[in-house]
């Protein structure tokens, strides 16, 4: 990997987490912290303030293991992907933005925030979502059953917008239907990834 360090042997670390693909944390690397992490298994730093390596977790405990590093296009900038071992800011938090670090599955995170405001905050005369919840799990699982019929029936046909949008409307409501059985995607991404490992 050819690498080019600025003229205090140093080189930008983006921290990524390898599963969730948030920016952790961004640090500064020289050579030796380089290979020392690539070594250990084990994120390494050189730490300008106090100019030595520094392994960060070393006094927390919350470590960033190494999943795979790479150099940008101008090779002066490392991408560096990790598991943290809990937070990684110094102040406790996840990330030094401040920001959760949580899975996001882009718009479908979005549609699912939704589902659960319109759950707990929204009128269930005004709001679809509320109507549907509040008439029980029963009506919410029988629904998930006709759109999943519905996706079905499309299938065996040619028509592909309606296929699609049967299948929309199978997930939206499949989503409703983890909700209010006190789930997210993200408990099921979870079982998926379990029996990817077995």
């Known amino acids: 990997m050819e690498i080019k360090y600025n003229s205090e042997g140093l080189i930008p670390a983006i921290i990524q987490d390898a599963e969730t693909k948030t920016v952790l944390m961004l640090g500064y690397m ?28 070393e006094e927390s405990g919350n470590f960033l293991d190494l999943i795979s590093i790479k150099n940008d ?8 992907k990790v598991n943290p071992q809990g937070p990684t800011c110094h102040k406790g938090t996840d990330t030094c933005w401040n920001e959760a670090n949580k899975q996001n599955f882009g718009f479908i995170s979005k549609l699912e925030n939704t589902i659960e405001d319109r759950i707990k905050n929204a009128d269930s005369k005004k709001s679809y979502v509320a109507s549907l919840f509040e008439k029980g799990i029963n009506k919410v699982a029988q629904k998930v059953g006709e759109e999943a019929v519905e996706v079905v ?5 040619n028509n592909d917008n309606l296929f699609l949008n049967e299948s929309a409307d ?19 991404v979870k079982v998926l990834e379990e029996r990817h490992k077995s």
Request: with cysteine; charged share 30%.
């Open 30 to 57: 020289n050579a030796e912290a380089l290979e020392q992490t690539i070594d250990s298994k084990r994120v390494t730093f050189f730490s300008r303030s106090k100019q030595r390596l520094w392994m960060k977790g």
């Open 73 to 80: 296009c101008d090779n002066d900038t490392l991408l560096i």
């Open 153 to 157: 029936i499309e299938a065996k046909d």
């Open 170 to 188: 199978l997930l939206f409501h499949y989503l409703i239907l983890l909700q209010a059985k006190g789930f997210t995607l993200k408990d099921i």
